[in-house]
């Protein structure tokens, strides 16, 4: 038996590979650079996004009609602090973001603290950072904040503690609270003549559309109800919103064990808070709910007084057109595929998104860019082929801005003109990042034990380790709606994952990326699979079966498959090693949830109490059998667990109840624990930390030889 033992963050170099030609480092595999967060001033002309290299994050934009790139910040250190909610002002003027917090948490630290991954002696603060793009001056520090807004007239709004407030660009003088009101306000849009902000106002089990004029005239609320009503869009005259209306939470109890529909409507009210109407009503189905996808609704007003939306009713993922006045949506976008990412092309007659799909049998698993007139016909193809496109803006009146990648090469910006001219790639890649050196991810399918069929893609350098059986290594993800690519993933936690995937092939394993269901990419079914997660736990069969088609892979060796992921992939890992130890002789479970019923019942206390009852105890069951920690007597595989102490995603005692039940059983394990990182590690130097730990401890359990 292993035990138990201790890894520091100061972590040995690892050894070299077994195959005659040692690939490039770890670090040399994660210093890819990272584009996100692209938004743009298409009247302007102007478009921003944040460059992260090595946990460095800065700030950059570029201007038509030559659209030059030129950086803004000029960090240098690995500091652990966001930079995130890019906001341009319409003119192009101003750039608003928000240095700090954790935008992807679950819930708020204790006391509202701010992350701190460095251990820094000052504690850090969510602040609103501002550059004067007009001028050469540096950027300033405006004050704490989070959510700027900045309308056509430069004035900023943004919510502390849960009110709005304004503060001047320049950071001269103090920031006041912009209005008072009784609910959380977030989602904040200012009118198109700035002269009015639109703002949800939430009251917890309702929520209100609020709107402030001045500080000479009352808030005006539009149509309320005891609904929950969310995103405010502005109509292009400025005198009316279109917004989203989902039920009040209430009503009598429903069982936790079955999935429920989620009816919504899309509502268009005077911004005076006179005249409303719903404008389009979905069905009661549950392909007709509420979509859980990229953006939600994702609500524009478009040419032709029309409202585009996004709907699963026929399955899928797709764009819907309504008429503001009221009628029946037209479907955009038909078809066997996913949209994603939205936008409204530069005249408001074209939206442009990406989806899964194209002409190649294998772009289910790729992002290609479209566009479609929102009143209807085909949709146009705007990039196709073997690369990866995805998050498409508006950059001015011809052109449009994205994200693109491919197996290779990681993720930059480009620009392209609506009419096939271009692209323009802004900015280019580190010719030191060693992109030779990975592979083309190949697709694959595979059968479930209840027949579905599940797709995958395998990691393999044939050139590598090709003289021996070699080791194999199933990837699952986390979310868990989500979908891996055939090539650089658009999040950064799954481009971290593809480097890792990357550089575990180019050391002589086999890995296998499994798209288990719940995940997004294959319709609406798929994601939402009976007796799943914390109803049953039917997706574990898709990873197993994963296991058992990469032992029957050419080339790997069947009697030593590990197993890895974070998040709900860390569960997924558990559930691999408490249940079929036989095919998964070791895992790495980074931030996994190990007891169902502990999140599921903090769900149902915060539930209102009252006398009717319902299946809360069956629930609290099924969850708990669903659970890894249910039964561990065929748990014999070693595990490393490695968990951030400030996850506001996944409670850090997830990770200390499981390692006290394996003492428990004496079944081996070892840990990495980073003080004070989060969910999503924020800095470089932790990542690399809890990648040098995979590496070493899948080289000394798997490539030295079968686990005994």
């Not at 490039?24 to 595999?29: E, N």
Request: include cysteine; hydrophobic fraction near 40%.
């Amino acid at each position: 038996m292993i035990g138990k033992s201790v890894i520091t963050a100061v972590i040995l170099m690892i050894g070299c590979n077994t195959a005659s030609a040692a690939p490039p480092s770890l670090s040399a595999f994660m210093s890819y650079p990272f584009e996100s967060d692209l938004t743009s001033a298409p009247k302007a002309g102007v478009i921003a996004w944040v460059c992260t290299v090595r946990g460095v994050r800065n700030v950059w934009i570029a201007r038509a009609p030559g659209y030059s790139p030129r950086q803004i910040t000029h960090n240098a250190e690995d500091d652990g602090q966001e930079i995130t909610d890019l906001n341009l002002s319409p003119d192009g003027h101003y750039l608003a973001w928000v240095r700090g917090g954790d935008h992807d948490g679950n819930w708020a630290a204790e006391g509202g603290l701010a992350p701190d991954p460095a251990a820094s002696a000052d504690e850090p603060r969510e602040t609103i950072w501002a550059a004067d793009l007009t001028g050469v001056a540096a950027p300033t520090e405006v004050t704490e904040g989070d959510a700027p807004a900045v309308s056509v007239k430069g004035e900023l709004a943004f919510v502390r503690q849960h009110q709005v407030w304004t503060a001047a660009l320049n950071g001269k003088g103090a920031a006041k609270r912009l209005f008072f009101d009784r609910g959380k306000d977030d989602d904040l849009n200012w009118s198109p003549d700035g002269s009015a902000l639109a703002f949800v106002s939430d009251r917890g089990d309702h929520a209100f559309i609020g709107v402030y004029r001045g500080a000479d005239k009352p808030l005006a609320y539009l149509a309320p109800s005891t609904d929950r009503d969310g995103s405010p869009r502005w109509a292009p005259d400025g005198q009316r919103i279109a917004f989203t209306r989902r039920a009040g939470s209430g009503g009598p109890p429903e069982s936790m064990l079955v999935e429920h529909p989620d009816p919504w409507s899309i509502w268009v009210a005077r911004a005076d808070g006179g005249e409303a109407h719903a404008a389009w009503r979905s069905g009661k189905t549950l392909e007709e709910s509420f979509p859980r996808v990229a953006g939600e609704a994702n609500l524009l007003w478009v040419a032709g007084d029309r409202v585009t939306f996004m709907s699963e009713a026929d399955g899928w993922e797709h764009l819907y057109a309504v008429p503001a006045a009221g009628g029946d949506a037209r479907l955009l976008t038909p078809g066997a595929f996913m949209v994603e990412h939205v936008a409204a092309a530069p005249d408001d007659h074209l939206v442009i998104y990406d989806a899964n799909t194209g002409a190649d049998s294998q772009d289910g698993e790729r992002r290609h860019l479209y566009s479609v007139a929102v009143d209807g016909g085909a949709p146009s193809p705007l990039t196709a082929g073997a690369a990866l496109q995805w998050w498409p803006v508006a950059a001015d009146g011809s052109h449009i801005a994205y994200i693109g990648a491919d197996a290779r090469v990681p993720p930059e910006v480009s620009v392209a003109g609506l009419t096939g001219d271009g692209p323009r790639v802004l900015a280019g890649q580190d010719t030191n990042y060693p992109a030779s050196a990975l592979v083309t991810p190949t697709p694959v399918t595979f059968q479930a034990a209840d027949g579905l069929t599940i797709h995958g893609q395998v990691f393999n350098a044939a050139d590598v380790g090709a003289n021996a059986a070699k080791p194999g290594v199933v990837f699952v993800h986390g979310g868990p709606p989500r979908q891996m690519l055939l090539g650089w993933h658009y999040m950064d936690y799954y481009a971290h994952a593809y480097a890792l995937n990357q550089y575990l092939a180019a050391r002589g394993y086999v890995v296998l990326s499994v798209n288990y269901r719940l995940g997004i990419g294959y319709g609406r079914a798929f994601r939402h699979p009976a007796h799943a997660g914390f109803r049953g736990g039917a997706e574990y069969q898709d990873v197993l079966a994963g296991g058992r088609f990469l032992q029957g892979v050419a080339g790997v060796d069947p009697a030593r498959i590990g197993i890895w992921g974070g998040s709900y992939g860390g569960y997924l890992t558990a559930m691999a090693l408490s249940h079929n130890s036989d095919v998964f002789k070791v895992g790495v479970d980074l931030h996994g949830v190990h007891d169902w019923s502990s999140d599921v019942g903090r769900q149902l206390a915060a539930q209102r109490p009252g006398f009717e009852k319902d299946d809360r105890d069956a629930a609290l069951a099924v969850a708990f059998k669903a659970s890894p920690i249910a039964d561990l007597s065929h748990w014999t595989s070693p595990v490393l667990l490695i968990h951030g102490d400030d996850d506001r995603n996944v409670s850090f005692h997830e990770t200390v109840d499981l390692a006290r039940r394996l003492d428990q059983i004496g079944a081996p394990y070892e840990e990495l624990v980073l003080p004070n990182e989060i969910h999503g590690f924020l800095r470089h130097a932790s990542w690399m930390a809890a990648d040098e730990a995979t590496v070493r401890f899948l080289d000394r359990t798997l490539m030295m030889g079968p686990v005994r």
